[in-house]
């Protein structure tokens, strides 16, 4: 049978809200192990107190492995950080025939200087962002296929990495503090150098605050 110190360190190192939280010293103890203990009770079945929750939390604590901190280098010269507003995103269903609908959309925003437009194949779906003004293109161009989803009034914010600082972990540490500061990503769209989110607009404004915090060369 597991002990309440496996049980609290398994629960501890499933979750990554908790693992950091435990790291930063963010979290009271006491108040989470009485949150834990139903939960705890239930699966080891017997009673469990909480100043022995808290022992084990605390000693889970102390063993976690800290993580040096990272250093997220902006592009020189670039904006560092760029805003578009007034996105509309749609998603269709993959066909045999969105290829051609991706072609025909490029060759008629071709001409269209500042025009947004991005498109993105998955397995099953076909995801197009653009500037609002572009929209009825979009429209056109995939006619006649099965639209899933679309959402308007949407921005953006693109982070502009240095190459060299692209490593294991980058992408994790923007977004671990955005969830961190309870920001709700609608979608994202990586490139070589540059992470895009992509928000709601009552979103955007704590979203630039919280990336305009990460280093800049």
């Known amino acids: 049978m597991l002990s309440i110190a496996t049980k609290v360190e398994r629960i501890v190192r499933e979750s990554a809200f908790l693992t950091e939280?435990?790291?930063?010293?963010?979290?009271?103890?006491?108040e989470l192990a009485?949150?834990?203990?139903?939960?705890?009770?239930?699966?080891?079945?017997?009673?469990?107190?909480?100043?022995?929750?808290?022992?084990?939390l605390r000693r889970v604590a102390e063993r976690l492995p800290a993580?040096?901190?990272?250093?997220?280098?902006?592009?020189?010269?670039?904006g560092e950080l760029t805003t578009r507003t007034e996105l509309t995103e749609y998603t269709f269903?993959?066909?045999?025939?969105?290829?051609?609908?991706?072609?025909?959309?490029?060759?008629?925003?071709?001409?269209?200087?500042?025009?947004?437009?991005t498109v993105t194949r998955g397995v099953n779906e076909v995801m197009v962002i653009c500037s609002s003004t572009v929209a009825p293109l979009v429209e056109q161009a995939f006619e006649g296929e099965q639209l899933l989803a679309r959402l308007d009034g949407l921005n953006a914010l693109t982070l502009h990495l240095d190459a060299a600082s692209r490593g294991p972990g980058t992408y994790q540490a923007i977004l671990r503090q955005l969830a961190w500061d309870r920001i709700e990503l609608?979608?994202?769209?990586?490139?070589?150098?540059?992470?895009?989110?992509?928000?709601?607009?009552?979103?955007?404004?704590?979203?630039?605050?919280?990336l305009a915090r990460f280093k800049m060369h």
């Open 21 to 30: 939280g435990l790291k930063r010293g963010l979290i009271n103890l006491s």
């Open 186 to 210: 609608v979608n994202m769209i990586c490139t070589n150098t540059e992470l895009t989110v992509l928000l709601e607009q009552d979103q955007t404004g704590p979203a630039f605050s919280t």
């Open 34 to 56: 009485r949150q834990l203990q139903p939960q705890l009770e239930s699966d080891l079945w017997k009673p469990v107190g909480q100043a022995a929750v808290v022992t084990a």
């Open 93 to 117: 269903r993959h066909s045999e025939t969105s290829h051609e609908c991706h072609r025909r959309l490029l060759a008629a925003t071709e001409p269209l200087r500042g025009a947004f437009v």
């Open 67 to 78: 993580e040096p901190g990272r250093d997220i280098v902006l592009v020189q010269n670039t």
